[in-house]
C-alpha cells in the first residue's frame, strides 16, 4: 500500500526538539502542550483537487479490508523525546510533532505519508465538491476495544471536532453538518469550498477516536480509544507504552511489535540514553551534532519548519504598541537572520522572509520583506512615538536559545524582551489564555489554506483575541470563491503578503529535522514538514 522511500536508519536529532502551530532551541522547534487544538495539515496536491471538479481515490492495493494479522516486525523500538504526548483526545492538540504519536493510535479517514501526500485511511473512497463531501468506509473495521467503526462515530467525531475551541473547531468550519447515509457511507454538506479539507482530516481533526470512551479515559489514555495499528498499554508522565493491534487492517504499518516512548527534558539525558543503548532513538541537539557523529550516528535531514516570530496581540490589548503596524516592522527590522544563522542553528538551514519554500504556489516572486536596517528601525519607532518598549514572553528548554537571541537584536533597538521560564508547553496555555503578546514560534503548514486556520483565523489560539484583520481576511475567502486554482493561488499569496508586510507574522529562519542513526537497530522514514519528522508506519528493524 505505501512506497517505502528514503530509508534511514534513525536516532532523532532534531533541529527542533518538541512541540506544535505546534517546538527549540538552537534546533528547529515544535510546539507545545496546549489548551485549544491545531493542526498543520499537509499533502497539498490532495488538498488543491478539494473545491473545484470532483475528485476520487481507492484504495488499490491495501491490504484486504477487516484482514486481522498481527506485527509484521519482531521488536521494540526505544524513542526518546523532549516531551510527551498532552491530552489523547487529538482534537485538543495543536503540535505538529505530536503526529509521532496520534498516527499509531489513531486513523483519519485518510491518511498522510511520509511526503505529506494523502492517501486512503477508514475511508477507501471520496468525491469532494463546493457543496459536498461523500466517504465509503472501509468495512471490517473496529476500536481498540471491539466497538465497530461506522459512519455514526464519523459524525460524532466530526460534530466533535467542529465545537472543538481554537483552530480544530476552526479548520472544520467548512463542514455544515454530517449525514449517516448507511453504515459504510457519510456525506458532508460544506459551507462552500475547502481547498485543505483531505489534508485536516488526515490530522488531528479527522482522528477517528471511539464515542463509547469517556473523555476523562480518552483525554488520560487510560483507554486505548483509536482503531490505529497500535494501541496503548501503559502511560504515566514520562513514559506511553503501544503495542501492535493484532487486528489492524493493514499490518503493513506495524513494524515493531512494541514502542516505547520515554519523555527525558534534559538534553544530555537524551543523548546519553542514545549513546549507551538505552534509547534506539533520540532527539538531539545542534550542538550535539559533532558528537553523536563521533558516536558512530550519522544524520540525514529532511524540511521541518520555520522559525518566525509570531504577533498575538495585533489588537494592542495588552501590548498597547503592538497595535501599530509600524512597531511591529520595528522588531522586524532588528532581526538579523545571518547572525541568528550563526549563533542559533549554527549554520544549519536557510535565512527566510516567507514561510513557504519557493516553488510552493505561495512563495511570492521577489519578496524581500523587512530586511536587517536598526536606523529604519529607530525611525519607525519615532515615527509611532514608542520608546523604552518592554514586554515579556514564555519559555522553556528548547524555545530559550530562539528567545535569547531575539532578545539580544531587540536590545540593540532599544526594545526589552525579558524571557519567563516556564514548565514545558504552558508557553502555548499563556498564549492562549491572552497573557503573551508576541513570541518566537514555528510554522510547519504546507498549505495556505491550514496556515489561514492556524495563525491568522480569528478562532485560533494563535490569535487569541479574535482580531479580524479584513486584508487578510478578505483575499481568503477571494480564494475559497476562485474559480481557477490560478486564481485561487494568487489570493492566497494577497494574504500572506498582507501579512508580511503587516508584520503580524516575520519570518526569521527556514529549520531542517536532523535524523541520527545506528544502523544496527532500526530503519526509519523521514516525515517532511513534521518537526523531529519520524515516520514511524513505515519504519522496520534493521535488516
Not at 45 to 65: M, N
Not at 198 to 226: H, I, K, Q, T, Y
Not at 396 to 402: E, R, S
Amino acid at each position: 500500500m505505501r512506497v517505502r522511500k528514503l530509508l534511514v536508519l534513525v536516532l532523532i536529532v532534531g533541529l527542533i526538539a518538541a512541540s506544535c502551530g505546534g517546538d527549540d532551541d538552537d534546533d528547529a522547534g515544535a510546539d507545545e502542550d496546549a489548551a485549544a487544538s491545531a493542526t498543520d495539515a499537509d499533502g497539498d496536491d490532495a488538498a488543491d483537487s478539494s473545491d473545484d471538479a470532483s475528485s476520487e481515490s481507492s484504495d488499490d492495493d491495501a491490504a484486504t479490508e477487516g484482514e486481522a494479522s498481527a506485527s509484521t516486525g519482531a521488536a521494540e523500538l526505544r524513542y526518546v523525546v523532549p516531551l510527551g504526548p498532552g491530552s489523547f483526545d487529538a482534537h485538543t492538540e495543536n503540535r505538529d510533532f505530536g503526529m509521532i504519536f496520534y498516527s499509531l493510535v489513531y486513523d483519519g479517514l485518510v491518511n498522510e505519508q511520509a511526503d505529506n501526500t494523502i492517501e486512503p485511511g477508514l475511508a477507501t473512497e471520496w468525491e469532494i465538491t463546493p457543496t459536498e463531501a461523500r466517504f465509503t468506509l472501509r468495512e471490517g473495521v473496529t476500536f481498540h476495544d471491539g466497538t465497530p467503526f461506522d459512519a455514526d462515530a464519523v459524525k460524532w467525531n466530526i460534530e466533535k471536532a467542529k465545537a472543538t475551541p481554537g483552530t480544530t473547531g476552526a479548520l472544520m468550519a467548512n463542514v455544515e453538518s454530517v449525514e449517516v447515509v448507511s453504515p459504510t457511507e457519510v456525506v458532508f454538506t460544506m459551507t462552500g469550498p475547502d481547498p485543505d479539507l483531505l489534508n485536516n482530516l488526515a490530522r488531528f481533526p479527522g482522528m477517528m477516536m471511539n464515542p463509547n470512551v469517556s473523555p476523562d479515559d480518552l483525554a488520560s489514555g487510560a483507554v486505548s480509544a483509536g482503531t490505529g495499528p497500535y494501541r496503548i498499554v501503559t502511560r504515566n508522565e514520562s513514559e506511553l507504552g503501544l503495542e501492535a493491534n493484532p487486528d489492524y487492517w493493514d499490518p503493513e504499518d506495524q513494524g515493531f511489535e512494541r514502542v516505547t516512548f520515554t519523555t527525558l527534558t534534559d538534553d544530555e539525558a537524551r543523548y546519553n540514553a542514545l549513546v549507551s543503548g538505552e534509547a534506539d532513538v533520540a532527539t538531539v541537539r545542534v550542538f550535539q551534532l559533532a558528537d553523536a557523529e563521533a558516536a558512530g550516528f550519522p544524520v540525514a535531514q529532511a524540511p521541518a519548519n520555520f522559525t518566525f516570530v509570531h504577533f498575538h496581540d495585533i489588537g494592542g490589548n495588552l501590548i498597547p504598541e503592538f497595535a501599530d503596524e509600524r512597531v511591529r516592522q520595528a522588531i522586524a527590522h532588528l532581526i538579523n537572520r545571518e547572525g541568528w544563522g550563526a549563533s542559533v542553528t549554527r549554520g544549519l538551514g536557510t535565512p527566510a522572509v516567507q514561510v513557504f519554500d519557493e516553488g510552493s504556489p505561495w512563495y511570492i516572486d521577489g519578496y524581500e520583506g523587512f530586511p536587517y536596517d536598526p536606523e529604519r528601525a529607530a525611525e519607525l519607532l519615532a515615527e509611532a512615538g514608542v520608546s523604552d518598549l518592554t514586554f515579556d514572553v514564555p519559555s522553556w528548554g528548547i524555545f530559550n536559545a530562539w528567545h535569547q537571541a531575539l532578545a539580544a537584536m531587540l536590545a540593540e533597538g532599544g526594545v526589552t524582551m525579558t524571557i519567563r521560564d516556564v514548565q514545558p508547553g504552558q508557553n502555548v496555555t499563556e498564549v492562549a489564555q491572552q497573557q503573551v503578546g508576541a513570541s518566537v514560534t514555528i510554522w510547519s503548514s504546507v498549505h495556505a489554506d491550514t496556515a489561514f486556520g492556524n495563525w491568522l483565523s480569528p478562532p485560533t489560539i494563535w490569535n487569541p483575541w479574535d482580531v479580524a484583520v479584513p486584508a487578510v481576511i478578505e483575499p481568503y475567502q477571494a480564494a475559497l470563491a476562485a474559480g481557477s486554482e490560478e486564481e485561487r493561488d494568487a489570493a492566497y499569496r494577497a494574504m500572506l503578503q498582507e501579512a508580511y508586510d503587516s508584520a503580524w507574522i516575520v519570518p526569521i529562519y527556514r529549520n531542517p529535522t536532523i535524523s541520527g542513526y545506528d544502523p544496527e537497530v532500526t530503519e526509519a522514514v523521514l516525515w517532511d514538514n513534521i518537526t523531529i519528522g519520524l515516520y514511524i508506519r513505515d519504519m522496520a528493524p534493521a535488516s
